[in-house]
């Protein structure tokens, strides 16, 4: 197991030790460690959605140590939060689980067709609070990306200089895309082809759709013959299109739904060699020893087995 993770270090050839020794940790922690699978803890929801639609089904989660606590009971491979989730428990932690801070954040307060979310933490912060990776948010497709793109890239080159890894959250949204075109197969791609040529370690994608947005990108598409009729087929794509599987690509999980249908994602992920999942609402939106068991059961889907 331990080549697999020397294999996926030696697609970062150009960033320091430091930088691949926490690309190495992120892979080398918990149930998934030295498989190059990934199962993280995102719990940016609070800030993103609000904290009753977050944690009110699962009173627990208000607390932010709960999350600490969850991410390492589970075995994920790492915990990302925003500044204060991660202030509030990063000493009592220390040491037991990487962490990824996540640096802009988007409120749901107002009625945004073309999100631009805030810088809410920084590099030296990741530094502080002893985190393996920090995480950012673009939004392709927003009449705002230019701003984000570039805000990333000081981002990135700081956090490469410092030797921490970088998690990109690429989620096409926009005045210029249709609801459903925000995860066509075509859309997910070019987002995670965006995010691998602006320097991301890890890229975070929504699940992508068989709909077809672009209509010159179709032409392609439909002439060349593109495999995108499954679920796996289009991973395979999207992770094709982060440099040929030289980037590691993780699909979130999205709004909490029924486990079987989650295990058949995860499976359709792992047969098109994505590289796990990030799996927040899920996760946290159960009574901890459901959610344990339910990580457990992804985890294992990952290595191989059937739950």
Same mark, same amino acid.
């Given at each position: 197991?331990?080549?697999?993770?020397?294999?996926?270090?030696?697609? /970062?050839?150009?960033?320091?030790?430091?930088?691949?020794?926490?690309?190495?940790?992120?892979?080398?922690?918990?149930?998934?460690?030295?498989?190059?699978?990934?199962?993280?803890?995102?719990?940016?929801?609070?800030?993103?959605?609000?904290?009753?639609? !977050?944690?009110?089904?699962?009173?627990?989660? /208000?607390?932010?140590?709960?999350?600490?606590?969850?991410?390492?009971?589970?075995?994920?491979?790492? /915990?990302?939060?925003?500044?204060?989730?991660? &202030?509030?428990?990063?000493?009592?932690?220390?040491?037991?689980?990487?962490?990824?801070?996540?640096?802009?954040?988007?409120?749901?307060?107002?009625?945004?067709?073309?999100?631009?979310?805030?810088?809410?933490?920084?590099?030296?912060?990741?530094?502080?609070?002893?985190?393996?990776? +920090?995480?950012?948010?673009?939004?392709?497709?927003? %009449?705002?990306?230019?701003?984000? /793109?570039?805000?990333?890239?000081?981002?990135? &080159?700081?956090?490469?200089?410092?030797?921490?890894?970088?998690?990109?959250? !690429?989620?096409?949204? #926009?005045?210029?895309? !249709?609801?459903?075109?925000?995860?066509?197969?075509?859309?997910?791609?070019?987002?995670?082809?965006?995010?691998? @040529?602006?320097?991301?370690?890890?890229?975070?994608?929504?699940?992508?759709?068989?709909?077809?947005? @672009?209509?010159?990108?179709?032409? +392609?598409?439909? =002439?060349?013959?593109?495999?995108?009729?499954?679920?796996?087929?289009? +991973?395979?794509?999207?992770?094709? =299109?982060?440099?040929?599987?030289?980037?590691?690509?993780?699909? %979130?999980?999205?709004?909490?739904?029924?486990? @079987?249908?989650?295990? &058949?994602?995860?499976?359709?992920?792992?047969? #098109?060699?994505?590289? #796990?999942?990030?799996?927040?609402?899920?996760?946290?939106?159960?009574?901890?020893?459901?959610?344990?068991?339910?990580?457990?059961?992804?985890?294992?889907?990952? =290595?191989?087995?059937?739950?």
């Amino acid at each position: 197991m331990a080549d697999r993770v020397q294999e996926i270090l030696n697609w /970062y050839s150009s960033d320091n030790v430091g930088t691949r020794t926490n690309i190495a940790r992120l892979l080398r922690s918990g149930k998934l460690a030295g498989t190059g699978q990934l199962v993280i803890l995102p719990v940016d929801q609070g800030f993103e959605h609000g904290p009753a639609r !977050s944690f009110a089904s699962n009173p627990g989660g /208000y607390n932010p140590l709960y999350h600490f606590q969850l991410a390492i009971d589970a075995g994920c491979n790492a /915990y990302a939060a925003p500044l204060g989730s991660l &202030e509030a428990g990063a000493a009592e932690f220390a040491g037991q689980i990487p962490l990824i801070l996540k640096l802009n954040n988007h409120d749901v307060l107002h009625d945004e067709k073309d999100p631009l979310p805030s810088v809410t933490g920084s590099v030296k912060d990741a530094l502080r609070l002893g985190c393996s990776a +920090v995480g950012f948010t673009i939004y392709p497709g927003s %009449s705002h990306c230019n701003i984000m /793109y570039q805000q990333l890239r000081a981002i990135t &080159e700081e956090a490469k200089d410092y030797g921490l890894a970088v998690v990109v959250w !690429s989620y096409p949204r #926009g005045s210029v895309l !249709s609801k459903e075109g925000e995860t066509a197969i075509d859309v997910i791609a070019y987002g995670a082809q965006i995010a691998a @040529q602006l320097g991301a370690h890890i890229i975070k994608v929504k699940l992508p759709s068989a709909h077809l947005e @672009q209509a010159a990108a179709k032409k +392609v598409y439909e =002439s060349v013959k593109i495999p995108i009729t499954t679920l796996a087929e289009r +991973v395979r794509h999207v992770v094709q =299109s982060s440099f040929d599987g030289r980037r590691i690509v993780i699909f %979130s999980g999205g709004a909490k739904s029924d486990d @079987q249908h989650v295990f &058949e994602e995860a499976r359709a992920i792992r047969d #098109g060699g994505g590289f #796990g999942s990030i799996i927040g609402r899920n996760s946290f939106q159960r009574p901890k020893a459901e959610a344990i068991k339910f990580l457990h059961a992804i985890m294992g889907i990952y =290595s191989g087995e059937k739950p």
